[in-house]
């Protein structure tokens, strides 16, 4: 009987074909650094109040910016949310935007913060 296992060359080979599961996991793909790239994160906090969320979603959809992500809750009477946006379309600066989210704020009396997302993560890292 003829053993069925690969011969080494062969297995070299397979090896060489493939790519390695630990080095696929460790990189981010393009795709999802280039998104990565086009996202920033915008934090909202104060005492709550009718129309926190619409204000905020007027001003981005003002000037093209997409929400991609939100998570809100109320913590007793303070309101508070977290939001992902994608910037690649926005039509007016970073610094641009986070002055009228924070003039926004000032009038509603919430702070507005929004950072770009690799900012974000860089502050957050342990």
Do not use: C, W, Y
Not at 88 to 105: F, K
Request: net charge negative; charged share 20%; proline share 2%.
């Amino acid at each position: 009987m003829q053993d069925q296992q690969p011969k080494a060359s062969e297995k070299q080979k397979m090896t060489q074909d493939q790519p390695s599961k630990a080095s696929n996991q460790d990189q981010p793909s393009k795709a999802s650094h280039q998104d990565h790239k086009q996202t920033a994160v915008i934090t909202v906090v104060g005492r709550d109040r009718v129309g926190i969320i619409a204000a905020v979603s007027a001003q981005l959809a003002e000037v093209n910016v997409n929400i991609k992500d939100i998570s809100q809750t109320i913590l007793q009477d303070v309101f508070t949310m977290i939001m992902l946006v994608d910037i690649s379309q926005m039509s007016i600066s970073l610094i641009d935007l986070a002055d009228r989210l924070e003039q926004v704020g000032r009038q509603i009396g919430l702070s507005i913060k929004i950072q770009h997302a690799d900012i974000f993560d860089a502050m957050h890292r342990i």
